[in-house]
């Protein structure tokens, strides 16, 4: 059989017998993937209608691409999909579960359907456990020993007096510690919150308003924004649970050592499922405790007095309800309550000028006149020294 070579060939100068020179027929390569498998084409083919076959097949493809994410996924490619979000096994959840109730033997857990990731389940838990009401505790603690306790090291008494004092000073520096961190991820995230409400329906924070705060901290540029992303993270964590803040983890050093990145790592999808899991009465409780602390840090707020400050609480062995209950404020009326013939037989007191008839209590407040003092502490006429 002959050889055939063309005129492109570098065999076609030669002269041989076994050679058949025959003229140069272009080549067509139908497809980029087939590289490889190049095909010639003879003069017969129709070129046309091979170029419109790609043609139509290359726009099927960029259409199915296109409608990918509308088109209803079969059952199994449903699976694959969820399973490569959560990235967590009921194995890998069961391992946290042992892990922490090593650590908190009442810790409680999200009830799921679906396996959520392992960074979103041990958040939650993280958030629901008795650590995190511990550090709520000392939160609380920190703000009475600032009125109590000064800062001054000097000790009285005898050593083991001297001793004692050593050990409580030691215990107050440690909760001021943990309440300026959490004060600073409170004012991170009041921060943020200011600057997104000053858009006023823009996308982006007007720059002047930047430059203007950094004139009057002196605050470098990258240290503001650094603040800025942390307190829109914290909000981004709390959004619809305000009061939340006061029981996630201060830092990696915790019973658990879960780091804060678990929290603030958390990409859209783990944060709505995070806050689907939140949402119970276990987390409103605890919220509106939360949030009854953050309020009374602002001087216009009066303090929140909780139920366990006069009690013993020991958060580690507390049935859950028995915890939530002590976690409410102290019952207190906004104001002077007279319920008329509540004691009907209140005693007269014994230093009661025996010249004034004694009869059932009045109202206090009736005895005043509109129009005098009202107050023995000051000469306001409305005032807020009863909080004081």
Request: net charge positive.
């Amino acid at each position: 059989m002959d050889t055939c070579v063309c005129p492109q060939c570098g065999l076609y100068p030669l002269e041989w017998e076994g050679l058949r020179k025959v003229p140069y027929a272009p080549i067509k390569v139908v497809s980029r993937n087939a590289i490889s498998r190049v095909k010639r084409l003879t003069i017969t083919t129709n070129l046309k209608a091979v170029d419109g076959n790609a043609q139509r097949k290359k726009s099927d493809l960029k259409k199915r691409q296109s409608n990918a994410d509308t088109l209803p996924l079969p059952k199994r490619a449903k699976n694959r999909l969820t399973k490569r979000y959560t990235g967590a096994s009921q194995c890998d959840l069961e391992r946290v579960k042992s892990s922490m109730r090593s650590i908190d033997k009442l810790c409680k857990f999200p009830l799921v359907k679906q396996p959520p990731t392992s960074r979103v389940y041990t958040a939650v838990a993280a958030i629901w456990s008795r650590p995190a009401i511990e550090q709520f505790c000392s939160l609380v603690r920190s703000t009475r020993d600032l009125r109590t306790n000064s800062v001054r090291t000097d000790v009285s008494g005898d050593q083991p007096a001297r001793i004692a004092q050593r050990v409580r000073s030691i215990a107050v520096s440690e909760h001021r510690s943990c309440l300026e961190r959490f004060l600073v991820r409170l004012n991170q995230l009041y921060l943020a919150e200011e600057i997104d409400n000053s858009k006023d329906g823009r996308l982006r924070a007007d720059p002047e308003l930047i430059k203007e705060i950094r004139q009057r901290t002196g605050m470098k540029a990258a240290q503001l924004d650094w603040h800025r992303k942390m307190g829109n993270k914290w909000k981004r964590i709390c959004s619809g649970n305000d009061g939340l803040l006061c029981f996630i983890f201060l830092d990696a050093q915790n019973p658990f050592y879960i780091p804060p990145d678990t929290f603030t790592g958390m990409t859209d999808e783990e944060l709505n499922v995070f806050r689907h899991l939140l949402a119970t009465d276990f987390t409103t409780s605890i919220c509106l405790a939360g949030r009854a602390f953050q309020d009374s840090l602002q001087s216009t707020t009066p303090d929140a007095d909780f139920l366990w400050e006069a009690r013993e609480f020991p958060v580690d062995k507390l049935p859950e309800k028995v915890l939530l209950e002590n976690l409410k404020l102290v019952p207190s009326a906004p104001g002077d309550l007279y319920v008329q013939g509540k004691y009907p037989d209140w005693p007269k007191p014994e230093e009661w000028p025996s010249e004034w008839e004694w009869a059932s209590p009045v109202d206090p407040i009736s005895l005043l006149h509109p129009n005098g003092r009202q107050c023995d502490m000051c000469v306001e006429a409305t005032c807020h020294c009863v909080d004081l």
